[in-house]
Nanobody, 122 residues
Framework: QVQLVESGGGLVQAGGSLRLSCAASGLAFTSYAMGWFRQAPGKERQFVATINQNGGTTGYSDSVRGRFTISRDNAKNTVYLRMASLKPEDTAVYYC???????????????WGQGTQVTVSS
């Protein structure tokens, strides 16, 4: 059974930082590209960042590029999202997801975590 478990969300002031983690189990982690997505109330799920299987290639949405960093530790079956210079518009539930291919398209991802709430106060 595949499980993706996010952690690290919380309440932070604008300009602050958070690091999200996503621990994967039940899958061959090194065979999967990983992605982070977010969904704010009343909005569609939005691509945030993605990383390929060996961590050598990353991609970001325009809204987070330069502020967020995705990384992975294949020895720990974990993917991270370091978020800096947070803004109120970053407030959302953040989800990690796994896919065989490096992609920014949410509907291509096979496995999803339950999400972690990030709230940025102004």
């Amino acid at each position: 059974q595949v499980q993706l478990v996010e952690s690290g969300g919380g309440l932070v002031q604008a300009g602050g930082s958070l690091r999200l983690s996503c621990a994967a189990s039940g899958l061959a982690f090194t065979s999967y590209a990983m992605g982070w997505f977010r969904q704010a109330p009343g909005k569609e799920r939005q691509f945030v960042a993605t990383i390929n299987q060996n961590g050598g290639t990353t991609g970001y949405s325009d809204s987070v590029r330069g502020r967020f960093t995705i990384s992975r530790d294949n020895a720990k079956n974990t993917v991270y999202l370091r978020m800096a210079s947070l803004k109120p518009e970053d407030t959302a539930v953040y989800y990690c997801a796994a896919h065989y291919y490096y992609s920014s398209a949410a509907d291509e991802y096979a496995y999803w975590g339950q999400g972690t709430q990030v709230t940025v106060s102004s």
